[in-house]
């Protein structure tokens, strides 16, 4: 772990990664939102599979010769044999989904801390042997699901809570994409090609792309929990081995329901995840692409729009803030909070951060789903035991 300077203050920490080389989307997003507060710093990193590619990539970043890894397996063992003040502290995953359980197992085994880009892996079975290695190692793991990390998410999640609008009857969450609306995976789009790919994605497309994102804000914000659901699974682009649509209706334990709709074929759409909340009280209203506005019904039909770093939030919401009030904030300052969240827990630091950030069973959780999901699409919309 990252020493601190006699003046008490925290030394960034060290980290490597795996993946998100040269022309990767997610790579950039993980390494700016690492970079954020100035907490973290990357010192190393195997971030192709082509160790060509993953020399050069680290060449470009300005890594080391000798901290720019061939494959992520030299770099466990080089890291490893380093002396506790000059390896990494935490390893983050940025690869495709099929290589995320090796990966992340064996990183946890060396004892680093882990934090992994989702879904976590490819099946149950996986869920469950990582679940039991980073129980019995101890590190720190993380899975970002980003959306997590916004303000008036944190802040919806206490008012749900805090019992502002009573127990929850009715949940709407939707995360509509247009981009695979025609047949990407033909192209040279690097990302269309793996996400498409069975082999590499795993059993589900749109579904474990984005509908689990849809499925952990829910759980995130509500606290409900999935007992039993039924899916319509489409693939309207002819040819697409995967899914690229999806709507889902979920029987919560406690008699609350839900209904979860993902697509990637809805033409004009970008990132339109959007969660409606209904209580016995009143409900509450988020949309990603407006992430700075929060809108609240009250039982006497009285309307009001909460602002991120607005009066009136709740002390998660501020500590999840960074800037004054007007100037928008969004998805990476949301994805830093995940960051930041397990920095403190590596660090042992205290804080909303540390106690809200998504964990290895908020992972397997979503692995759960995505199986599930597939299991009724396959049975013709049949309901399923969660």
């Not at 772990?1 to 925290?10: H, I, L």
């Not at 939102?33 to 300005?62: F, H, M, N, Y």
């Not at 129980?135 to 303000?151: D, H, I, L, M, W």
Request: charge should be negative; glycine fraction near 10%.
């Amino acid at each position: 772990m990252a020493d601190t300077t006699g003046s008490g203050a925290a030394q960034p920490v060290r980290y490597a990664m795996i993946g998100g080389g040269k022309d990767a989307f997610i790579g950039a997003v993980h390494r700016m939102a690492a970079a954020l507060d100035q907490q973290a710093v990357l010192t190393a990193g195997a971030l192709s599979s082509t160790p060509e590619k993953a020399i050069a990539s680290a060449r470009e970043l300005g890594l080391p010769s000798d901290r720019g890894y061939g494959s992520w397996e030299e770099l466990l063992e080089k890291e490893s044999a380093r002396p506790e003040g000059e390896r990494v502290d935490f390893v983050s995953i940025v690869t495709p989904n099929d290589t995320h359980f090796p990966i992340a197992k064996a990183a946890v085994e060396a004892g680093f801390h882990v934090v992994l880009d989702k879904p976590m892996v490819h099946s149950s079975a996986q869920a469950a042997e990582l679940t039991a290695a980073v129980e019995q190692s101890g590190v720190v793991f993380a899975v970002t699901y980003n959306y997590t990390g916004y303000p008036l998410v944190r802040h919806a999640a206490d008012m749900v809570r805090g019992g502002e609008i009573g127990e929850v009857r009715k949940v709407f969450v939707e995360y509509h994409q247009g981009w695979l609306s025609t047949k990407l995976e033909d192209t040279d789009l690097k990302q269309a090609g793996w996400r498409t790919d069975p082999a590499r994605s795993g059993i589900a497309g749109c579904v474990g792309d984005i509908g689990t994102h849809a499925e952990n804000l829910v759980a995130t914000v509500t606290g409900l929990e999935i007992e039993a659901l039924a899916a319509d699974l489409s693939t309207f682009v002819p040819g697409r081995r995967l899914d690229d649509d999806a709507a889902v209706l979920m029987r919560y334990r406690g008699g609350a329901k839900g209904t979860l709709t993902c697509s990637q074929v809805c033409w004009g759409e970008e990132n339109n995840l959007t969660l409606r909340v209904y209580g016995t009280k009143g409900a509450l209203a988020w949309r990603q692409e407006e992430p700075n506005a929060l809108r609240h019904i009250d039982a006497d039909g009285v309307r009001r729009e909460l602002t991120r770093g607005g009066p009136g939030l709740s002390a998660a919401a501020g500590d999840a803030t960074r800037i004054p009030p007007g100037h928008p904030e969004a998805f990476i300052e949301a994805f830093a909070n995940v960051y930041r969240g397990a920095l403190d827990a590596m660090r042992g630091v205290k804080s909303s951060l540390a106690e809200r950030f998504p964990t290895v069973h908020d992972g397997a959780r979503g692995v759960r789903f995505i199986e599930a999901v597939v299991e009724s699409g396959q049975k013709d919309a049949a309901w399923v035991t969660f």
